[in-house]
């Protein structure tokens, strides 16, 4: 299945958007939105595209209601989805979309292009688990790429599950993307944890865990 979703935050006015394949956008609120699944995806073969466009002056939240399960089919462990991104001047977008749990042996990308005007703001949140309870297959892969105007400030990529260098009490994080941060680098002490300064004014932060819920409490360590 290929999924593709399109949506347009504009200033004073509701946001726009069109969905195909197994995702819906529901209106949530003034400026927020949430997908909502209408199929079984992703499978192994699906491929979900979604583009976001908030133009100048506007504000977007959008999120899921539910975590997204990746699952392999008979023939293809492999699916992708694919996050394009651009905020104007002025504008303001939080993308906060629930956990990705790879189940059994499904082995699933994302990558996410961003492309923020240096007055905007912009949070990025993405969070992913390896495996259902009590499943020890699986494997997925991150790509954030951020371009501020057409400068390259951050290209970003981490991999879990089977396949990585990660061991089993790292098989979930939780990864946020913050700009304009002025925030300094910090590392916790009892966690892996991490957060990044940018050059740009950016930060990352970055959290392992064996689950999600974990990694959360390690991001706790160093604030988000």
């Known amino acids: 299945m290929h999924t593709v979703v ?3 935050a504009r200033a004073g006015r509701a946001p726009w958007s069109c969905a195909v394949g197994g995702l819906a956008v529901r209106r949530t609120g003034v400026d927020a939105l949430h997908l909502i699944s209408t199929a079984a995806t992703p499978l192994g073969g699906d491929r979900i595209d979604i583009r976001i466009e908030v133009e100048a002056g506007a504000r977007l939240w959008l999120g899921t209601v539910a975590a997204t399960i990746a699952l392999p089919s ?9 996050w394009s991104v651009d905020v104007a001047d002025d504008a303001a977008l939080c993308l906060a979309p629930q956990a990705t749990v790879v189940a059994a042996t499904a082995r699933h990308d994302t990558t996410t292009r961003v492309r923020v005007a240096r007055s905007a703001t912009v949070t990025v949140e993405e969070s992913a688990q390896i495996g259902r309870h009590g499943e020890t297959g699986g494997a997925w892969s991150g790509r954030l790429w951020v371009d501020v105007d057409d400068t390259p400030l951050l290209r970003h990529r981490l991999e879990l599950g089977a396949g990585s260098v990660l061991d089993d009490d790292h098989r979930a994080v939780v990864s946020r993307f913050v700009y304009p941060d002025v925030r300094g680098g910090d590392v916790s002490s009892s966690r892996t944890a991490t957060r990044m300064a940018l050059a740009g004014g950016a930060a990352l932060t970055t959290a392992l865990g064996r689950t999600v819920a974990q990694a959360r409490a390690a991001e706790d360590t160093i604030g988000r």
């Open 6 to 8: 399109h949506v347009v």
């Open 74 to 82: 008979r023939t293809d462990p492999y699916s992708s989805a694919e």
